[in-house]
């Protein structure tokens, strides 16, 4: 059953997403080489706390960290630790805020210093299939609509969505129905109506679809290897079409201005 939030929950989830997008701005500034994950965790966590709020992940099945941080060919849920970034790398960094009940969840994917050019337009097509699927949430929609949206760039590019994992509905839970396939086909699904709310989470390979698990049972690697990239975004349907609750973007453009 998918919840449906009313304007104030919405508002409520936005503000955890203020103090998200704070978070990782910070974290971006701090993702050098040379730096650990580990560090960047407690950073993460530092900045939470001190905001009001706590992190989504502490704790969440057992597990470890604050924010997940995911370098190369780690796709997701990344446990922060002594990994020390080296320049070329690419980041996942992973988020969630819980405020006064309500959680917000993004992502992105940084270049730690210069990296390939196969690594830049990975990043770049991942970043494009979020936001061409956040333009299709709208009342009347289908999540179909949504899902392919993210399929159809990053195969255009030549590039793997991941099937195996999937974005999903966020509010008084971090995980809420419905699951949220980064494929799929256009007019399918559920049909989308105001007040609900997502977390879109494009997660591509270079390479092949197919994942590995890590031995601490939560990372989750490309299994042939090659570069992935992650970024999220927590959305709101409207009557007035899609509203980003995590507005990462906006901060990047305010500080590039």
Request: proline letters at 7%; one cysteine or more; aromatic letters at 6%.
């Amino acid at each position: 059953m998918i919840v449906r939030k009313s304007p104030e929950e919405i508002e409520k989830v936005a503000a955890a997403g203020q103090i998200l997008v704070r978070c990782l701005a910070m974290l971006k500034g701090k993702a050098r080489p040379g730096i650990s994950t580990g560090a960047l965790d407690q950073a993460a966590e530092r900045f939470i706390r001190s905001q009001g709020a706590e992190p989504a992940f502490k704790g969440y099945h057992g597990f470890p960290g604050s924010i997940c941080a995911s370098p190369n060919s780690m796709i997701v849920h990344g446990i922060p630790g002594p990994y020390e970034l080296r320049r070329g790398d690419v980041l996942s960094l992973d988020v969630g805020v819980v405020l006064d009940g309500w959680v917000a969840d993004a992502a992105v994917t940084v270049a730690v210093g210069p990296i390939s050019a196969v690594a830049a337009k990975l990043l770049e097509v991942t970043r494009g299939a979020l936001f061409d699927a956040v333009e299709l949430c709208r009342p009347d929609n289908h999540l179909g609509d949504v899902s392919h949206a993210v399929q159809a760039r990053v195969e255009r590019a030549g590039f793997s969505v991941v099937r195996a994992l999937v974005g999903h509905g966020v509010g008084r839970a971090m995980h809420e129905d419905p699951q949220i396939p980064n494929f799929g086909e256009p007019g399918s699904g559920p049909v989308l109506r105001e007040g609900m709310v997502f977390a879109i989470e494009p997660m591509v390979n270079v390479g092949t679809d197919p994942i590995r698990m890590g031995e601490d049972s939560w990372a989750v690697y490309s299994q042939d290897g090659s570069l992935a990239a992650h970024f999220e975004h927590t959305v709101a349907v409207t009557a007035d079409g899609p509203r980003i609750l995590t507005p990462w973007h906006a901060e990047e453009a305010r500080r590039a201005a």
